[in-house]
């Protein structure tokens, strides 16, 4: 099955943005001259000043990446402004609340007012050009208002996803020296409440650079406010006029930063600068998904990771689109709610993440059969690999064999899409994300950095920047460098094994570093044991990720309690909600194992590999443990493993 070839068909070729002929002269203009090439399709966004230098990269020494580098621009006016003459009173934003009697349409003219407003009271409260923002908000509409009003200001906005706990927003907030904070009373998800200002308030007493919080006021649910600190949102913004200067801002200007896990230590800012990343924005989202005007569009991510950044604001904004945002969950009230979503809203374009379609799956037919989805025309995947099971599930049952899926592979760090089907243009594979977008020129080497040809599998490597990459890690280029550029070097290292068949479609494997996919969720292993060894009990831990039905991967964790402390069921029960606590609900583990040792090297280091391969069960092949400083270890692992 998984070797099915779902051929472009005809009527779609036809009318689709990009058939296969388009992509191939778009290939081979863009490997011809790249600067030409992106020249043209920079025009694609209002530059106050057009840029004359359009690529200057540099992957080896510092490693510089600059685009656009003497234009000038605002996000903001390409993502409004420019679309109020002609599309002033058509709706951008559909919003669907978690209660599925709650819905509310902004035009493009609204927005604009709503953001001009909070722009300037930002700028009232002394909010200044290259100042960090920091967003804690749920999936309401002001979130959206929000990143754009930062935009307008020239204010670097750092959204921390609504799920994080108190100290992982402090940390953030910390890290990059926020000084104003935009939050609501509370949020909503799947029938319950989310305290994000009770939550941000512990969060604050740590975070000494935060003058100013603006609080939406969303559920009316009681929050503290303190005086001088604390202002009410609708209160703040009601002197304020509709219309506000937007700040010029060069290309290469932070337009914002998303912190995301990598193999080691804390979440690293991910920095992506305004000119580049908006054009990767507005050409990735409107010929993966082929948008054409009028259509109405629907990305599921929530805004606090980079799908919702780029897909469900930035992207379809710039290219005028209505964009649909829902505050729910896809279980609540039922588990029919996306199709019941798509048939209120007739939405053309449905993208969402496989732990969503695998989880569905369960419930069968009749929860996605009952609604009418005959609006639906393309579908999209993205977070995790999708396994072609339910690949097909969402081919067959959800798109009626009528809908082109995009398979869309790419992560934080690349800012927007860069390997995927395009639908007019590329037949499926279901389980492959298939072909690279013009201008993405990705290559397997192995582990010695030897780029591998044809038919290959190996590390996936990107050979050239693209312009909606990240520039650096906020306020640490060195570990830029390190993180992604020195395991091979000249060349970016995405962290993820890939495969490529004789076709030279791509078939992502999975993360080989120590960052594990929860649900779609990127989470550093590091970051859970840390989490672990922090209460009293724990004298060391060892996380790896374990496969999981529905999420992708689990996470398993290993633990060694203090001298004296007894191993028992409450225990257990604690350091999992102590987790959740420390991090947010998503770092809770699946297992805990007791481990009175861990299998290491002579030299100390725990052996991950063994570690995994126990936690998914596959003992049979568990390799060479002669190197191990006690061997022993393993098998007491093994007789002792989880579930
Ligand atoms: C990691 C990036 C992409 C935005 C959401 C996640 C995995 C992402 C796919 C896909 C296979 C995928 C990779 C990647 N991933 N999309 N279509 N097929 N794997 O962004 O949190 O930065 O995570 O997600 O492992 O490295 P992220």
Redo the contacts with the bound molecule.
Sequence with gaps: MADDIIAVKPEIAAKARIDAARREAMVAAEAKDAAAFWRGEMKRVAWMKEPTKIKSVDFDGDVSIKWFEDGVLNASVSCLDRHLATRGDQVAIIWEGDDPNSDAKVTYRELHARVCKLANAMRRLGVKKGDRVCIYLPMIVEAAVAMLACARVGAIHSIVFGGFSPDSLSSRIQDSECTLLITADEGRRGGRRVPLKGNADEALLTCPSIRHVIVAKNTGGAVEMMEGRDHWWDAITAGEGETCEPEPMNAEDPLFILY??GSTGKPKG?LHTTGGYLVWASFTHENVFDYRDGEIYWCT?DVG???GH?YIVYGPLANGATTLMFEGVPSWPDNGRFWQVCAKHKVNIFYT??TAIRALMRDGEAPVKKHDRSTLRILG??????NPEAWLWYYRVVGDERCPIV????????GG?L??PLPGAIAQKPGS?TLPLPGVKPAIVDNEGNILEGAAEGNLVMLDAWPGMMRTIYGDHARFGQTYFSTFKGMYF???GARRDADGYYW?T??VDD?I?VA???MGTAEVESALVAHPAVAEAAVVGMPHEIKGQGIYAYVTLKAGIEATEVLRKELAAWVRKEIGPIATPDAIQWAPGLPKTRSGKIMRRILRKIAANETEGLGDTSTLADPGVVQELIDNRMG
């Design positions: 995301t896990s991910v991510a990771w980079v799908t780029t993440a496989p995947s993205v977070g995790e690999p999708i398979d869309t592979w790419w992560q934080t760090e690349t899409i390997i995927s994300a995405t962290g993820d992502i999975g993360r960052v996919n779609g969720h990127r």
